[in-house]
């Protein structure tokens, strides 16, 4: 799958969760039938990807066991794979991960960037399949209290920095590894807004970035009704697509999306347009520190992360 990392064209995953507590479309695909049906719609409209998941990482969900999350997600990757689907495994957990390869995933998504399992390194590395590598400080039950930051760009571009070191030097190849800022994980709204306005300053990283805000609350919060009530989550998908194309704009090579349908119409429009590119520079916030070359052309923070 070194082709779909290297990709020209944005990569759109589109989300399916197979849980009965995620934040958005927990439960409504619960069985087996209705996974892999929805599995095969998201292909249908236009998804590269389908990130299964099996366990829910919405702010102050519970862990569940490796077994049923394993159980959750190996028999909807088997269906989906025979249906000619590409699939990525959306888990932190090694021995899920290493199942799911098994089963016909072809990309691992690790939100915990390989900070929740030191195994999950050598598993990807002996497999050979990309890795998305997430911005990552805890597990959902204490993500709110860890949601502090200097400068959260350069916060998050330093942690991520470091991520990526400790891949590579687990023998994970540098064209193998994708980044992503983690919106939403141990981070505010206005964390999440400098994020996605600071984009270049993660791409310097010079790594492919996957950007997932679908239906995030800080959407839900931006377009509150007059009463201060957040927007439904199935109300967000417009706020989402317009979120996902300033990305790609700004030189994402990927979204994470329950909406495919809706982003690759925007897409298209984009590329109609020839595909304009978005200035993504800081303005009244400190710029990034100077970079130098690292292993594999990799790119780390002078004096290394904090």
């Excluded at 927990?26 to 366990?55: C, F, Q």
């Excluded at 502090?148 to 023998?171: F, K, N």
Aim: proline share 6%; hydrophobic share 45%; glycine share 10%.
């Amino acid at each position: 799958m070194t082709d779909l990392v290297r990709a020209a064209a944005p990569v759109v995953m589109g989300v399916l969760n197979v849980t009965p507590d995620s934040f958005s479309d927990g439960g409504r695909y619960a069985d087996l039938g209705s996974a892999v049906g929805h599995g095969v719609r998201l292909r249908a409209d236009g998804a590269h990807l389908v990130d299964v998941g099996g366990e829910s990482t919405r702010p102050g969900s519970d862990r569940v066991p490796a077994r049923i999350e394993a159980g959750r997600v190996v028999p909807v990757i088997r269906e989906l794979t025979a249906a000619g689907v590409p699939v990525s495994i959306d888990t932190t957990r090694a021995r899920v991960a290493e199942a799911a390869l098994a089963a016909g995933a072809v990309v691992v998504n690790d939100v915990s960037g390989g900070l929740a399992d030191p195994d999950m390194a050598r598993v990807v590395r002996d497999a050979g399949c990309p890795w998305v590598l997430m911005h990552w400080r805890g597990h959902s039950r204490e993500m709110g209290e860890l949601a502090r930051y200097t400068d959260v760009v350069a916060d998050v571009r330093a942690e991520l920095s470091h991520r990526v070191d400790e891949a590579l030097r687990a023998g994970v190849a540098a064209d193998r590894i994708v980044v992503d800022p983690g919106l939403g994980f141990a981070k505010t709204a206005a964390h999440n807004w400098a994020l996605s306005s600071r984009l270049s300053e993660l791409l310097d990283l010079g790594f492919p970035l996957l950007f997932a805000s679908s239906r995030k609350s800080y959407l839900g919060r931006l377009l509150a009704g007059p009463d201060g009530t957040p927007r439904p989550t199935d109300d967000r998908d417009v706020a989402t697509v317009a979120t996902s194309l300033l990305a790609v704009a700004a030189g994402a090579w990927g979204v994470r999306v329950h909406d495919v349908r809706g982003t690759v119409d925007a897409l298209a429009v984009w590329r109609a347009t020839g595909a304009p590119r978005l200035a993504c520079a800081p303005t009244d916030s400190a710029r990034p520190a100077p970079v130098k070359a690292g292993r594999a052309g990799h790119t780390t923070e002078q004096g290394g992360p904090r």
